[in-house]
């Protein structure tokens, strides 16, 4: 059975930095393409950012641009969130995801399976 484990989130203040990781069972890592999507309450989910599973192919969403940079381990079945410059409304919970495939995905509905999420919040 396929799972993600999220850890790193937590409260910072704006501006700061935090990194999340995803650790991935259950699964041939490098064959899925990784990504992380993230949902505040009453918003729409925001396709953040993902990678290919060569790790050659990144793309992050357009309010992320920049700031944001996704990385993975394959020998840690491991992904990463490098999250810097912080702000308010990147508050969230951030979910790890992944979907068995090639290239990575353009729209967040392409990800087949979720992690449980771990939630950021950045203090004004």
């Known amino acids: 059975q396929v799972q993600l484990v999220e850890s790193g989130g937590g409260l910072v203040q704006a501006g700061g930095s935090l990194r999340l990781s995803c650790a991935a069972s259950g699964l041939t890592f490098s064959e899925y393409a990784m990504g992380w999507i993230r949902q505040a309450p009453g918003k729409e989910r925001d396709y953040v950012a993902g990678l290919s599973r060569s790790g050659l192919t990144p793309y992050y969403g357009d309010s992320v641009k920049g700031r944001f940079s996704i990385s993975r381990d394959n020998a840690k079945n491991t992904v990463y969130l490098q999250m810097n410059s912080l702000k308010p409304e990147d508050t969230a919970v951030y979910y790890c995801?992944?979907?068995?495939?090639?290239?990575?995905?353009?729209?967040?509905?392409?990800?087949?399976?979720w992690g449980q999420g771990t939630q950021v919040t950045v203090s004004a």
């Open positions: 995801v992944a979907v068995q495939a090639l290239g990575v995905p353009d729209l967040a509905e392409e990800f087949s399976t």
